[in-house]
């Protein structure tokens, strides 16, 4: 049968077991979307190419499947950029297809041309030009195997128009993926297993700081069973937020810059660190030469490379997290005593629970906001965040239960990332009830996207921590910059009531902390479209505990 | 911190030498010389990277190397024993007093004289880098007016591949 390169591509990622696609049209990807306009695969029109971008990740994210997004070329490519970075930073298995101009004005500086491959090289974890309709069915194939395999992350596709309008002779077979300098990691070093149990069996101070990698391996239950085996203390970084219960007894909460006292004095006293699925980040461990000063490292992750990249290592074990947790918990004794150190933990988390102030001026408090959501949804809810003190405050006060359920730019950073992701995360698990925690300047970057939510008729819930400030960096003028506030105060700022209504989405305004609950309880309600919740917070609240850039971690300010 | 020399075996297809230069430039590590061409295998390429760093930023370098889809291996050739090579062409100063003093340093290393004009000689040396290094210093006296110099390409000695 003769097909349409567009047609192939549709046909490839239905074998892949695609169902949504995130995604904006243009000229470049006409053929990709004639194609479209037959297919059965849900194509959800973003309002913005970040929007689409951030959307499939925020699927991929929710679930654990690869993302798929569809821009143009040229300026749709472009605009995709920080969504792919978000992913490449994160480890978020997506695939992003960019139109391109016909092979023949390649290089020519033609309209809407930009040399994607090249932009994207940094930032994906790899990327094809493809040449010819020949090769899109093997192209597609592999860039889903490199995506969603050994440490996940982006890989762009760039389809120039030609090669999507031609047809060739399709059988539909695909050959296997034959690539000799990518091998799918599979099994582990067993010494290192075993030199790791001798150092659990061994320690009087174990914690264990678990990471994303934990979530993308889907390692949660044993990590648990390690923990529970063992009594063994569990923090997690703002990626690891959700592999292990946060009402867990052994739950430490989030450590480093931002994280509890209790999970940073115990990396401070710990004798053993096992850290899982996790990269040494610097907001994580402060100044290094301090960080757990006293422990030997057991570092388990997929990435080679990350093992000794920060932090020298006594047991480096390269492999699937869920493998190795497998091999070890196999191993391992049970231990029933509730040890002194278990009891200094409990000590620490009574003296130094995190706590926040009350507002002088009667304003609500944004923490309270967190709580009460936590109280109504019982951890059983989809968070996302935008960045900046609304992400710090939903990692800290609200318990997470489950994986995939806090979904945050944790190494980019990337403001205006949680409302799309949130859109994304919504399409993936229509039962779920997804909330985006975020500030009145993130939200403003990605607003746009009402538009997808209330087409789609998706009842994503935006809580706005209004402070009418770039509150993050405004606490960071107000400690090192003498509060000298340079262009964080943005009072000047739409009525984000009008403008949800403008949508036709619900806008609701809350100001006094007795309504919180109530109006928290009315928006849960809403089964049709988005509603925009803006509530006016204390405005110079800040983010405590708090490690200073470059700090050691038991040297915290705040939330004593 | 020591020279290192890496073969790096790769794909040979477009815009792999970028992936790899691209890596090098975003983790901030120090290319010396680098050097790409065919194999025996038409499909495999070899690059040929001399990189300073101690163990660990080789170690790092490595690894990161080995995450490119596109790289197949990579070998620190450095404490194997290998036969190394340089190519270099010194275009020097030459007029009739110093020309025989020039072609004896020339005999002396082995090199060649692949041009003669009316002032100037064009040298060729092939060797290791030490030995180019050398030849470089003894014609520099003369004055060097050009002079082009390949980076490293090596193999490692005996059966091993």
């Known amino acids: 049968m003769k097909l349409k390169g567009a047609e192939i591509l549709l046909h490839c990622l239905k074998e892949e077991g695609v169902d949504t696609v995130f995604g904006y049209p243009g000229g470049a990807v006409l053929p990709i979307y004639d194609a479209i306009y037959d297919s059965d695969i849900r194509h959800i029109l973003a309002r913005h190419e970040q929007g689409a971008a951030h959307a499939a990740d925020g699927y991929a994210r929710a679930t654990g499947k690869v993302g798929v997004c569809i821009s143009t070329s040229g300026p749709g490519a472009t605009n995709l950029i920080t969504g792919i970075a978000t992913a490449n930073m994160d480890s978020v298995p997506m695939v992003c297809f960019t139109g391109q101009v016909g092979s023949a004005l390649i290089g020519r500086d033609a309209f809407q041309e930009a040399d994607i491959t090249g932009i994207t090289l940094p930032i994906t974890k790899h990327n094809y030009l493809v040449e010819k309709t020949e090769d899109v069915a093997r192209v597609v194939k592999e860039a889903f195997h490199i995506a969603r395999s050994n440490r996940p992350g982006p890989v762009v596709v760039d389809l120039p128009k030609d090669i999507m309008e031609n047809s060739i002779e399709f059988k539909g077979d695909r050959e296997e993926v034959n690539l000799r300098g990518y091998r799918v990691m599979k099994g582990y070093n067993s010494g290192q297993v075993i030199s790791a149990v001798e150092h659990i069996h061994k320690a009087e101070r174990p914690v264990i700081y678990a990471g994303g990698g934990v979530i993308s391996s889907n390692a949660s239950a044993e990590l648990r069973e390690l923990a529970e085996k063992r009594k063994i203390p569990v923090t997690t970084t703002l990626m690891g937020i959700g592999c292990f219960p946060g009402t867990n007894y052994l739950a430490l909460g989030m450590l480093g810059m931002h994280g509890t006292r209790y999970a940073n004095y115990a990396i401070g006293e710990a004798d053993l660190l096992i850290a899982v699925g996790v990269r040494f980040d610097d907001r994580v461990t402060g100044k290094i030469d301090t960080f757990a000063p006293h422990a030997r490292v057991i570092h388990i992750d997929i990435d080679a490379a990350e093992i000794g990249k920060n932090v020298d290592v006594d047991v480096p074990i390269v492999g699937q997290v869920k493998e190795v947790l497998q091999a070890i918990n196999q191993r391992l004794d049970e231990l029933d005593t509730y040890s002194e150190w278990n009891k200094t933990i409990d000590r620490w988390k009574e003296e130094f629970p995190l706590r926040y102030g009350t507002s002088s001026k009667g304003r609500i408090m944004p923490q309270h906001i967190i709580e009460k959501i936590y109280a109504l949804t019982q951890g059983e809810a989809i968070i996302t965040t935008e960045v900046g003190q609304n992400q710090m405050w939903a990692a800290q006060y609200y318990k997470y239960k489950y994986p995939r359920t806090f979904l945050t730019s944790g190494g980019l950073g990337t403001m205006g990332y949680g409302f799309p992701a949130a859109i994304g995360a919504k399409i993936a698990c229509p039962d779920k009830t997804v909330i985006d925690i975020a500030g009145d300047g993130s939200i403003q970057m990605n607003i746009q996207e009402l538009g997808t939510a209330v087409q789609y008729k998706l009842p994503v819930i935006i809580c706005i921590l209004n402070n009418q400030f770039l509150g993050m960096v405004r606490q960071w003028q107000g400690l090192f910059y003498g509060g000298r506030y340079s262009f964080t105060d943005i009072s000047h700022q739409p009525d984000f009531v009008k403008l949800a209504e403008a949508y036709d989405a619900i806008g609701m305004r809350i100001k006094d902390v007795g309504d919180v609950d109530g109006a928290l309880q009315e928006a849960l309600k809403v089964s049709d479209r988005p509603v925009v919740m803006d509530f006016w917070v204390e405005r110079e609240a800040d983010v405590y505990p708090m490690v200073p850039p470059g700090g050691s971690l038991f040297n915290m300010l705040g939330g004593e | ?161």
Request: hydrophobic residues 40%; without cysteine; proline residues 2%.
């Open chain 2, 1 to 161: 911190m020591k020279k290192h020399t890496l073969s790096v075996t790769v794909e040979n297809k477009p815009g792999v030498l970028t992936r790899v230069t691209t890596l090098f430039r975003r983790r901030v590590y120090n290319i010396e010389s680098l050097t790409v061409g065919a194999t025996e295998n038409p499909t495999i390429s070899r690059i040929t990277i001399v990189v300073t760093g101690d163990k660990k930023i080789i170690e790092q370098v490595t690894k990161q190397l080995y995450k490119l889809v596109d790289v197949i291996k990579v070998v620190d050739i450095t404490d194997e024993r290998s036969v190394e090579r340089e190519l270099v062409l010194i275009k020097v100063k030459a007029d009739n007093n110093v020309r025989a003093e020039i072609v004896q340093i020339v005999d002396i290393f082995r090199a060649r004289i692949v041009d003669i004009g009316r002032n100037t000689l064009i040298v060729e040396a092939t060797g290791d880098s030490r030995k180019i290094d050398a030849i470089e210093e003894s014609l520099n006296p003369f004055g060097i007016v050009e002079l082009v110099r390949t980076g490293k390409i090596a193999i490692v000695r005996g059966g091993k591949a």
